[in-house]
């Protein structure tokens, strides 16, 4: 199956993925402020593994539509069950950043979710005034430049190949208006809904990249989360906090095991 846009119409609006490949289903999903080409490294190897991947845009993001009320964990949880229910087939789960929470949330609610690979993941509120901060740093009149700056310190350690055309294409789509009014939104998510979901016993990888600079102990959030869900963790040497674009070569190999083990 080759990949082209493809939509999965929703009450408010439209999400957009791609397909590509033959064989059991991976639906890979970025975090916040990201889009689906975050997986362009990674889909490759899964697809020559005889997997089917599904590369999915958050509501607000990329090519999915900007006009839904609801944004964060929640919303897209739900969207991931849709998609799911739509295919009618069962799926491992790969979210990166704030999508490793709604995996949490699919899985709880959706038998179609064989398990989930959690890179990067946020699943508990941070502690502290960090969402008071974020509303008053991402502002529309300076919010993109502000996240635009920063995004590259989330990509301590290895730097992909491509990342100066891939950082230029994430600024394309963070366009003033409507898709930068959805990412503030979505910085606002409530991840206390994916930490309650985390005592699910889905067969559950942990992917950290050990520099990932969004924690202040990564490899101590991820033996915590590991700890919850029954699973599993790989410590990426090397990575940040987007180690599927960072570090392919470790990332999607450990996925392919992950998955081939869930099929028994």
């Not at 919303?75 to 491992?92: G, K, W």
Request: proline share 6%; charged share 20%.
């Amino acid at each position: 199956m080759t990949n082209s846009i493809q939509y999965l119409t929703r009450p408010e609006g439209r999400i957009a993925f791609e397909r590509t490949g033959e064989g059991p289903l991976i639906v890979c999903i970025p975090g916040m402020g990201d889009l689906r080409t975050s997986y362009r490294h990674t889909t490759p190897a899964l697809v020559a593994a005889g997997f089917s991947v599904i590369t999915m845009d958050l509501r607000g993001h990329g090519d999915s539509d900007k006009t839904f009320t609801n944004y964060g964990d929640a919303a897209t949880s739900t969207d991931i069950i849709a998609l799911l229910d739509f295919l009618n087939e069962d799926a491992i789960v790969v979210g990166n950043s704030m999508a490793a929470g709604a995996a949490v949330m699919a899985a709880r609610a959706s038998t179609h979710v064989r398990g989930n690979v959690l890179v990067g993941p946020f699943v508990r509120n941070p502690r502290g005034n960090l969402g008071w901060i974020l509303n008053i740093l991402l502002q529309p009149l300076w919010g993109r430049a502000v996240w635009m700056g920063y995004l590259p310190n989330l990509y301590a350690g290895t730097k992909p190949a491509d990342q100066t055309e891939y950082l230029a294409s994430v600024r394309q789509a963070l366009r003033p208006g409507d898709a930068f009014h959805a990412f503030r939104l979505t910085t606002r998510a409530d991840h206390a809904p994916a930490e309650a979901a985390l005592t699910t016993k889905t067969p559950t990888l942990v992917v950290m990249g050990e520099k990932d600079p969004d924690f202040t102990d990564a490899r101590a959030e991820a033996q915590w989360i590991a700890t919850q869900t029954g699973g599993r963790t790989l410590m990426v040497p090397e990575a940040g906090h987007y180690p599927q674009s960072q570090r392919p070569e470790i990332v999607a190999p450990a996925i392919i095991e992950f998955a081939r083990a869930q099929r028994g």
